[in-house]
């Protein structure tokens, strides 16, 4: 069987073949098509990349309508089940799981990064008490730039790695000294003989003068948490990562704008605006009229839905067990009962049912987070932190595929054509002061 395809310009009565590369077309071979030599080409217009693959990747795979996520072939049930972040955070950005050798070399290798320079406290205290950790985060993310003026050289692969390290280690410490810094609370430096998330756990929790346990239950929870938010191929987050990553900038400016892009709330930022959303209910009996006003458009169903995902999202699920191990620790955060009943009738209602909306991983991951001590104003950033391991794979693929160049859409333009500034009340050729 030929794998092209053919098509007919009825503008012009040509046909043209054009062929398939892994089942897509390149759209630059849609150039050709042409009404007259004047004519620039067809192109393709696809506004939110709805039906345009932007790179190749081998990190992630997800098949939506089969509720399917995979970190390098690997299925992310089992990930959750039998390995820490750390060692996913390897997967993603080495191609493999680490060995028992590697591994320990790898965490060391990370939490040796832990370490914020002084001066990083310096502007830490320069926001104001109440400034949002997401804004506090990418803010003082992209000032890691000024730090390390090496990372320019993205080219060399030993200096790429070296940031990697930098910013998978230094990540957990800008967030907690950002959520101390909104409790006026004094920094507590990092532990690199603490694993990853009890390190950061305790540079959250930690009381001056008083020992700091954390519960292994907790640890663990929240390790899952980072497990399943470490990558999810071309989202949002990961296209403003390699975007911008694609012009050369340095790998911290660009994580700040891929946590930009995560901070909104059709983003990462539902996590937050979830809860909002079931403080805002209150009880089980206002559910069926808010779930009206999502009907009619008044607002969203926060944590429902998704682009890719047209079943159960996989991480939802793991998440809703998750929350046992926690409550059982915490106690049961009273939202639960809310948002499982909003869930229940939300799933059996048509409109949800026709569009395919399911709980996203947004939906449970807030009440687990509350549970746990966190405010809703950090919910984003528990996002972002283990995100960052996915952002800068996709980011070091990117800098390697030969294909790909700086990344620069074309547009359809509908604006005035041509005009003239009126000569009349300037002198010739200046401007107006
Ligand atoms: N509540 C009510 N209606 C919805 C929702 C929702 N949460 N999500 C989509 N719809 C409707 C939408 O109004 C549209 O209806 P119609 O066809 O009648 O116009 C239809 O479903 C398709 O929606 P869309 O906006 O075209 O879908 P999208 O792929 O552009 O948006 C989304 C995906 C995640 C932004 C959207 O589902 C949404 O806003 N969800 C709420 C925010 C949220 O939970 N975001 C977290 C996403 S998962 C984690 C992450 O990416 O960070």
Redesign the pocket.
Known sequence: MEETLTITDNRTNRTYTIPFFKGCIRTADLRQIRKDAEDFGVMGYDP?FMNTASCQSSITYIDGDKGILRYRGYPIEELAESCNYLEVAHLLLRGELPDEQQLRSWTQEVMTHAFLHENVKKFMDGFHYDAHPMGILISTVAALSTFYPDARNIHDPEVRKMQMRRLLGKIPTLAAYAYRHHLGRPYVYPDPDLGFTENFLTMLWKQRGKECRIHPALSRALDVLFILHAD?EQ??GTNAMRSVGSSHADPYVSTAAAAAA?SG????G?NEEVLRMLDEIGSKANIPAYIEG?KS?QR????????VYKNYDPRARIIKKIAEDVFEVTGVNPKLEIALELERIALEDEYFVK?R?YP???FYSGIIYQAMGFSPEMFTVLFAIPRVAGWLAQWAEMLEDPEQKIARPRQIYTGEWLRHVEAAGREAGQART
Do not use: I, K, S
């Open positions: 939110a999810h989202n949002c995560l709330p059709l983003h990462g539902a999502t458009g969203r169903l926060m944590g429902f839905g998704h682009r569009r909306l996203n991983v947004d």
